[in-house]
Structures are given as structure tokens and as C-alpha cells.
């Protein structure tokens, strides 16, 4: 029997339903998060805006409560970048994306010529140690470095430490409310249990596409950055179900997830700065033109989108950073005038979101080239 085939819309909608961008959700921000296997938190509010845009009543007190009961963390997991997850998944991710944190180790422009040759494991040792006892600064782990270790390069040996040793960034670094500093501590010593030493990557893999799919094995490298997903992908095959793209490439899902009729209304979501939802597929033209795309990416400042009928038709940001705040929402000449008054709609709910639910600023849309 051949595979069925699915529209650039029917994939739209199916990944937005499992994004909970179709409709908000009721689940408790905690399950959120696990179900999305984390969110970006490069930015320390995106997380707070991802979580706005996809749960029913959410507030920002709700996430620092979690931050604060170290139920979830802040730590470089997928495309060695930081993402808030949960603790479980601080214990088990780790592990399993260290082949990307070493190469992107390997490759660093300005460290990887001083980690060459260099036996680490003195200096994770000591580091592993002295981050147990008490949590630090970038700062105060170079000093205490170069103390102990006098002959190698203090930034180096420091970021070795950032991709070896699996380091949460504790609060209040991540708190809505006067996030602070960066300051390390490894997993194990603030989440109280070791890492787990043999994750399953197939459980992994199942949860990407309840969170992402339908998708290729290259979506799940896009996501991951790990390579050998075609063979990952094969071996679950028999727990997934085949679809085909209009291009003809073969995608897999897990059979019973939603696949929402094509012509579902999406409404308008605004997301923040690198949301996951834009970046875990290696052929993104489920959510846009690949001439936007480049457009975006290529952009000198990259800032949140705003998805309207599901797709991406806007960028946002805050302009001001005291007193009253607009939301500048920047979008092409050819958006409709009912789009623009949908975008402009929600974009006074975020600005409410942001300031608290007194909002003063107001949202300017402005065409652009």
C-alpha cells in the first residue's frame, strides 16, 4: 500500500496542533515543557513568551515557581544551545547530545587551538568539584582555573567545562522577575541524582515526533544535530507510520498522533526570538516561503514571528525599554487588512502579557520591502 501523502498545509497544521499553537492548552506549564522536550532560553524571557502562546491563563510566576523548585533547568542541550527543560530531561539529554557539544568544542574559532593536545580531565575534575560546592560565574570559574591550572588558557578550559560537564545555569538567572548573572552548577549536584548514563535515544526520537512531526530522519538530525537518524528512524519503523511529502520524500509519525484537517483555523501566535517550532526541520516551508526564510535568517537582528493562518507573516519586537512600550510588528506590504487587524489584536494581548497587564505602549505595524 502506498504511503499517503500530505500537503505543505495538512504538515502545517498537524505540527501546530502538536505545538498547542492550534488552540492554547490547558496542560500545566511543567507538562508543557516535557511534551516539547524544552524550549530555546538563549533569550531568558523567551521561554515565558513560548509558554504565553501555547497555555490557557499562563503567568509568568508560574514558570519562576518551577525555575525556583528546580523542577526545570536552564542548560546547553540540542544544537549546543540553552534550553529550558525538565529536570528529568537535564538528567537524561545530556548524555545523549555530547557528540554535538564535542564538536562544536572541536570547532570553536577563538578556544578550539587551546584545547588541543590538552588532557581535560584534571581540569573537569577540579571544575566537577568546586561547582558541586557552591554555583559560579563564567568570571569566577576562569579565575579559579587559571589558579589551579597556570599553563592553559582559563576561557578555554572554562567552556570545556560549559560542553563536558552538563552546567545548569541556576536562578536568578531565568527569573522573569530580575533575572540575574549566568552562574554554573553542574546537573548532578543541583538536581540532586546523577546523569543517566545510557538514555535511550529511540524514546527520544518517538517524543520529537509526538512534539514535531510528521518529519524526515533529517528533521530529526535539524533538531538534534546528531547524525545517524536515517538509521534511528529505520529501526523505529515499525512503531511509526509512513507518509509522503508533495516532493515525494518519505515522512514517519507515530500513528495515532493529531493530524488535523488542512483546513483547520490557525490563529494568529506570536513566538519568540529562535521558538523551536522554526528550527527543528530541515525543510521548513511548512511554515514559510523559502524566500521569507532567508530574508528572516539572514537579518542582522533576529526577532520574534508572528504566525497568521499558521505561517510565518510578521517579525516582532519591543521598542523602548522603560516607560510605555510598543510592539513593533514589522510585516510585508501584501499582508490583508483582516491579517493585519487579527496580528494587531493579539499583539495588544502580548504587550499586556509583558508589561504585566498594564500596558500603556501600543502595537505599530509596518510595512516592509
Same mark, same amino acid.
Given at each position: 500500500?502506498?504511503?499517503? =501523502? ?11 496542533? &502538536? ?35 501555547? @497555555? ?18 536552564? *542548560? ?5 544551545? *540553552? ?19 564535542? $564538536?562544536?568544542?572541536?570547532?570553536? !574559532? ?14 573537569? $575534575? ?18 579559579? *582555573? +587559571? ?16 560542553? &563536558? ?34 538514555? #535511550? *535515544?529511540?524514546?527520544? @526520537?518517538?517524543?520529537?515526533?509526538? +512534539? ?22 529505520? %529501526? ?31 490563529? =494568529? ?20 516561503? !523559502? ?10 537582528? /533576529? ?28 510585516? !510585508? ?5 483582516? $491579517?493585519? #487587524?487579527? /496580528?494587531? $489584536? ?5 504587550? %499586556? ?17
Amino acid at each position: 500500500m502506498s504511503a499517503d =501523502v500530505l500537503t505543505n498545509r495538512a504538515l502545517n497544521r498537524a505540527t501546530l496542533a &502538536r505545538q498547542l499553537l492550534l488552540e492554547r492548552s490547558a496542560l500545566a506549564p511543567l507538562r508543557v515543557v516535557e511534551h516539547l522536550v524544552g524550549l530555546q532560553a538563549q533569550e531568558p524571557r523567551d521561554p515565558y513568551v513560548a509558554l504565553w502562546t501555547r @497555555v490557557e491563563g499562563f503567568t509568568p510566576e508560574g514558570l519562576e515557581g518551577l525555575l525556583l523548585d528546580r523542577s526545570v533547568v536552564r *542548560i546547553a542541550v540540542k544544537r549546543s544551545t *540553552i534550553h529550558l527543560v525538565t529536570a528529568d530531561d537535564a538528567l537524561v539529554l545530556p548524555s545523549l547530545v555530547q557528540p554535538v557539544l564535542d $564538536a562544536e568544542l572541536a570547532r570553536h !574559532p577563538q578556544f578550539a587551538p587551546h584545547l588541543r593536545d590538552v588532557d581535560l580531565r584534571p581540569v573537569l $575534575a577540579f571544575a566537577r568539584e568546586l561547582l558541586a560546592g557552591e554555583p559560579r560565574t563564567p568570571a569566577e570559574l576562569r579565575a579559579a *582555573i +587559571a589558579e589551579a591550572f597556570p599553563d592553559l588558557h582559563p576561557g578555554a578550559m572554562a567552556y570545556a567545562c560549559r560542553n &563536558r560537564l552538563a552546567l545548569v545555569q541556576v536562578p536568578p538567572r531565568g527569573l522573569w522577575h530580575g533575572s540575574g548573572q549566568v552562574r554554573y552548577a553542574t546537573a548532578e549536584s543541583w538536581l540532586g541524582h546523577p546523569l543517566e548514563p545510557e538514555p #535511550s *535515544i529511540d524514546d527520544v @526520537v518517538l517524543r520529537y515526533f509526538a +512534539a514535531l512531526g510528521p518529519a524526515t530522519a533529517g528533521d530529526v538530525s535539524a533538531w538534534s544535530r546528531l547524525t545517524g537518524m536515517r538509521e534511528v528512524v529505520e %529501526r523505529l519503523a515499525p512503531k511509526l507510520r509512513p507518509f509522503r511529502d508533495e516532493r515525494g520524500r518519505t515522512l514517519y509519525d507515530l500513528p495515532d498522533a493529531p493530524r488535523p484537517d488542512p483546513d483547520t483555523p490557525a490563529p =494568529v501566535r506570536f513566538l519568540p526570538e529562535f521558538d523551536n517550532v522554526l528550527l527543528s526541520h530541515a525543510d521548513r516551508s511548512r511554515f514559510e516561503h !523559502p524566500d521569507e526564510r532567508r530574508r528572516r535568517w539572514d537579518a542582522p537582528d /533576529i526577532r520574534g514571528t508572528v504566525l497568521h493562518d499558521g505561517v510565518v507573516s510578521a517579525t516582532w519586537s519591543l521598542d523602548g525599554k522603560v516607560g510605555p512600550r510598543s510592539l513593533l510588528v514589522q510585516h !510585508p506590504a501584501a499582508l490583508p487588512k483582516r $491579517a493585519r #487587524s487579527a /496580528i494587531e $489584536a493579539e499583539g495588544r494581548r502580548l504587550l %499586556r502579557f509583558l508589561d504585566s497587564g498594564e500596558a500603556t505602549g501600543d502595537v505599530r505595524l509596518v510595512e516592509t520591502g
